[in-house]
């Protein structure tokens, strides 16, 4: 069975600093992995995605993938109150849905 | 491009009751997947549907059942209804690929 693994948090930082958010997978062939955004009572909202091992950065956001070492995370520079939120971490491997983890929760606090 | 819409917004049920929520993909979207969203489970697939076929199916009872027409407007019936059915129902959409864009949701309570 194919499983995403995050931290649930919260994560609490202070406004202005770096928040990173991990994410483990554990099926070696997964090829495509997202990020997204959920507020709370809202949907989740497509923020990255990254296919390469590397960096990729969008902004103020930086998305990291390491396929040896299974694992994907999300750096967020001079994190903001408003991107207080639960971050939801999805992994997708051939034709099979992608599998999503059960989110982080972020808190910026002033 | 209008994004994913779906309705109703609310819904309040009772035990036993069937409900059919409504939703409507991205423009030139083929593919819709359903998902519930409740505190304690996270986000769990429903199905997904492609060109008016389900493609995949999740791991739900039954009576929890959907489809898709040739516009690819796709909708979702859960029957006998139960208090543990009440959740938020998203609806995501796709070209296929990995990315999904959700839609604000249907909140149900069943009662």
């Known amino acids: 069975q194919k499983e995403v693994e995050q931290n649930s948090g919260p994560l609490s930082v202070p406004e202005g600093a770096i928040a990173s958010l991990n994410c483990t997978y554990s099926?070696?062939?997964?090829?495509?992995f997202f990020w997204y955004r959920q507020y709370s009572g809202k949907s989740p909202e497509l923020i990255m995605s990254i296919y390469s091992n590397g960096d990729k950065e969008d902004g103020r956001f930086t998305a990291q993938l390491n396929k040896a070492s299974q694992y994907v995370s999300l750096l967020i520079r001079d994190s903001q109150p408003s991107d207080s939120a639960t971050y939801l971490c999805?992994?997708?491997?051939?034709?099979?849905?992608?599998?999503f983890g059960r989110g982080t929760s972020l808190i910026v606090h002033p | 491009k209008a994004g994913v819409t779906q309705t109703p917004r609310y819904l309040i049920k009772t035990r036993g009751q069937q409900v059919t929520l409504s939703c409507s993909p991205i423009s030139g979207h083929r593919s819709v997947s359903w998902y519930q969203q409740t505190p304690g489970q996270g986000l769990q697939f429903l199905f997904e549907y492609f060109s008016e076929t389900q493609r995949n199916k999740g791991n739900f009872p039954g009576r929890f059942s959907g489809r898709q027409f040739s516009n690819s407007r796709s909708e979702m019936n859960v029957s006998t209804l139960e208090l543990g059915d009440s959740a938020l129902y998203l609806c995501?959409?796709?070209?296929?690929?990995?990315?999904?864009?959700f839609g604000p949701g249907t909140r149900l309570l069943v009662l």
């Open positions: 995501a959409s796709s070209t296929g690929e990995g990315e999904r864009y």
């Open positions: 999805a992994v997708k491997s051939g034709s099979y849905i992608p599998t």
């Open positions: 099926d070696r062939g997964s090829q495509s």
